[in-house]
């Protein structure tokens, strides 16, 4: 399977701040990357699909590059709504996988 | 609108099976194909396999390979999650998620999810 690794495990930041997300894949996926952000006790909500897309409603304080093995999320002026943890996904594969998760908290 | 609703939580003992039922609306259903992902405990998100509601086409992550099925109902917009031989780390959040490409024949990012459903394997 392809790991995918997300950096850092936990971010802090402030409400305006931007933020950056990594995400590195095992072997090239191409685009082939989706992001996701999940609130505690809830399903994942779609981001952004093939690695810069922006899904239909996502504000787009939300922003995605990269290709082949590199990936980043950048999210631009915080808003308290953000607060949340996030996960990449490939589905490069027939075997999707995820990274472990990057809890952005409040400092 | 696209909504998935899933069954509720089940409480299971180690050995038995459970099935976890998620049922769609708001878009054509043979259309598209349905992923169950699962998240452990205060653990990420492990992707479990795939089926296509137009032809029944499926996919299962190796780690479950044998123990799991997946089904889809027509005539009720369902999809369905069989897993046996329960054990204690099959204890999580089982969510279904539809793939957003139509008649895709291969596994892609997820659109819509379900609530999740709780499976807790404990004796």
């Known amino acids: 399977d392809i790991q995918m690794t997300q950096s850092p495990s936990t971010l802090s930041a402030s409400v305006g701040d931007s933020v950056t997300i990594t995400c590195r894949a095992s072997?090239?996926?191409?685009?082939?990357l989706a992001w996701y952000q999940q609130k505690p006790g809830k399903a994942p909500k779609l981001l952004i699909y093939?690695?810069?897309s922006l899904e239909s409603g996502v504000p787009s304080r939300f922003s995605g590059r990269g290709s082949g093995t590199e990936f980043t999320l950048t999210i631009s002026r915080l808003q308290p709504d953000d607060f949340a943890t996030y996960y990449c996904?490939?589905?490069?594969?027939?075997?999707?996988?995820f990274g472990q998760g990057t809890k952005v908290e409040i400092k | 609108q696209v909504q998935l609703v899933q069954s509720g939580a089940e409480v299971k003992k180690p050995g038995a099976s459970v099935r976890v039922s998620c049922k769609t609306s708001?878009?054509?259903?043979?259309?598209?194909?349905i992923n169950w992902v699962r998240q452990a405990p205060g653990q990420g998100l492990e992707w479990m396999g795939w089926?296509?509601?137009?032809?029944?086409?499926?996919n299962y992550a190796q780690k479950v390979q044998g123990r799991v099925t997946m089904t889809t109902d027509t005539s009720t917009n369902t999809a369905y999650l069989d897993l046996r031989g329960l054990r204690s780390d099959d204890t999580a959040v089982y969510f279904c998620?539809?793939?957003?490409?139509?008649?895709?024949?291969?596994?892609?990012?997820?659109?819509?999810w379900g609530q999740g459903t709780l499976v807790t394997v404990s004796s």
């Open positions: 998620a539809r793939d957003p490409i139509r008649y895709s024949n291969n596994v892609d990012y997820f659109d819509h």
């Open positions: 708001g878009y054509i259903f043979t259309s598209y194909a």
């Open positions: 089926i296509s509601a137009f032809n029944g086409n499926t």
């Open positions: 072997q090239s996926i191409s685009n082939w």
């Open positions: 093939e690695a810069s």
């Open positions: 996904q490939q589905y490069n594969s027939d075997s999707p996988t």
